[in-house]
């Protein structure tokens, strides 16, 4: 069942980015890379068993801020990309901001969102700290690697550049990410399991991809 959960997600949301593309051309991208950073933060807690792998429920939407990047950087500029990558940060510092602001509220007595809330958004510094450093980090080399790639091939093969640096940025996010926030908690051998896991779900997100930026790179743009 999770696995034709996730396949319909895929489809799903790597469409709808492809009609951000087609309504409002590179804006449209550049959004995009904010809405899924603070959403794949929210719902990333919740976990569930995908391929006999437990797996955060947040690995296709997080998945597809490297997807949108690799379009901006195909179809505009890496500085566009780039940018998305900043305007993504900045939202996750605003989100982290609003909603711990919003837990020092006192309740009401007619309040029924408060210990949801508190659940949902309780702050874990040393956890939030490393997803942010791993997201910058590991996007801004995946916009590295396919420039580089790119220019090394003359153009040429599109599916070679996404998916070498989609599948190595994605492993390295989820090793960083689990290393930084974890290490002293978890033994090694715990930590590597749960880094291994993650990233060969997201191995088989960023390859499910490909398809995506090549329709990306023939939808005209809208503005």
Request: proline fraction near 1%.
């Amino acid at each position: 069942m999770n696995e034709l959960i996730i396949g319909i997600e895929i489809i799903s949301l790597f469409s709808i980015l492809l009609l951000c593309k087609k309504l409002f051309g590179k804006i449209g991208v550049i959004v995009w890379v904010s809405l899924a950073t603070v959403l794949a933060n929210i719902i990333t807690a919740k976990n569930a068993n995908i391929f006999g792998l437990s797996t955060a429920i947040g690995t296709v939407m997080f998945a597809s801020t490297f997807l949108a990047t690799d379009i901006l950087t195909e179809c505009y500029s890496t500085k566009d990309a780039k940018k998305a990558i900043n305007i993504g940060l900045f939202s996750n510092i605003i989100l982290i901001v609003s909603t711990q602001i919003a837990l020092l509220y006192v309740p009401s007595e007619f309040d029924y969102a408060h210990d949801a809330m508190g659940t949902l958004f309780s702050l874990n510094l040393r956890i939030s700290i490393a997803s942010a450093t791993m997201y910058y980090i590991a996007n801004m080399a995946d916009i590295y690697v396919f420039s580089k790639i790119k220019q090394k091939t003359d153009g040429k093969m599109l599916w070679l550049r996404n998916n070498v640096a989609t599948i190595l940025c994605n492993c390295l996010e989820n090793f960083g990410f689990i290393g930084l926030a974890f290490a002293g908690i978890y033994d090694i051998q715990t930590i590597l399991t749960i880094a291994v896991s993650t990233s060969i779900v997201e191995a088989i997100v960023a390859i499910c991809d490909t398809p995506f930026l090549y329709i990306a790179r023939k939808i005209k743009n809208g503005e």
